[in-house]
């Protein structure tokens, strides 16, 4: 009953402290900890926290682990480890909600800015198609497919069709890498230069497709690879 009471009172304590200087101050394995408070109400995380760490190097890398991997850890079982799966969805899903429609984008900048939370957690490739007004506000946001852009073979066809049906004058596009670097390939290059292509014929600006990885993007109109920039 006293070990409980400790466990307790050091749960308040924690959440005090987050409440009072957020988490800037907290070590990688408070962080998990504080998590795990909400998804086991009972006993010491802070072990947990430790081994979930030490198995897999980092907190991002706990949060990025698979569910079965999770539940290879000793105390973790099902919910808890669907619980820790869903904080980086979360935040995806967050972010995008604050930029959506109607986020101007007037710079490769600002085009890294709006496109980059939308790969938060993300562990395979996806594809995002940005629709723009002639003023640059972003008017719609889909993503078109999921996979290699060169095992899938971007659909210049079902962009225009998205692009026509929301009066977009112009359009961005970005894939990310998740494991590698925010360099495009050949395959990235040849389908961009095609897309661009099939896009003037219908009268719209592709202006630019955005490689991401990580924290970090490289615009393929800063590069010199699409003729027409932000």
Do not use: W
Request: with cysteine; hydrophobic share 40%.
């Amino acid at each position: 009953m006293m070990e409980e009471q400790l466990h307790t009172n050091h749960r308040e304590r924690m959440r005090d402290r987050f409440l009072k200087d957020g988490l800037d101050s907290f070590e990688p394995h408070n962080v998990l900890e504080l998590l795990l408070f909400y998804a086991q109400p009972r006993g010491d995380m802070n072990p947990l926290a430790h081994r979930l760490i030490d198995t897999f190097g980092s907190l991002s890398g706990v949060l990025d682990a698979a569910v079965e991997d999770l539940r290879g850890v000793k105390g973790m079982g099902k919910n808890t480890a669907v619980f820790l799966k869903m904080i980086p969805q979360i935040s995806r899903y967050y972010l995008n909600d604050k930029y959506q429609n109607g986020f101007i984008i007037d710079s490769t900048q600002r085009a890294g800015e709006f496109l980059l939370p939308k790969f938060v957690g993300r562990t395979n490739e996806v594809v995002y198609l940005v629709c723009l007004d002639n003023k640059g506000k972003v008017i719609n946001t889909t993503q078109v497919m999921e996979g290699s852009v060169n095992a899938t073979q971007v659909s210049a066809r079902h962009i225009i069709e998205i692009a026509i049906r929301t009066n977009a004058t112009a359009v961005i596009i970005s894939h990310n890498h998740p494991n590698g670097v925010a360099i495009p390939s050949g395959a990235d290059v040849a389908t961009t230069r095609d897309l661009e292509q099939a896009l003037r014929l219908v009268g719209i600006q592709l202006m630019d497709h955005i490689i991401v990885a990580e924290d970090d993007f490289t615009s393929m109109a800063d590069s010199g690879i699409i003729s027409r920039r932000i």
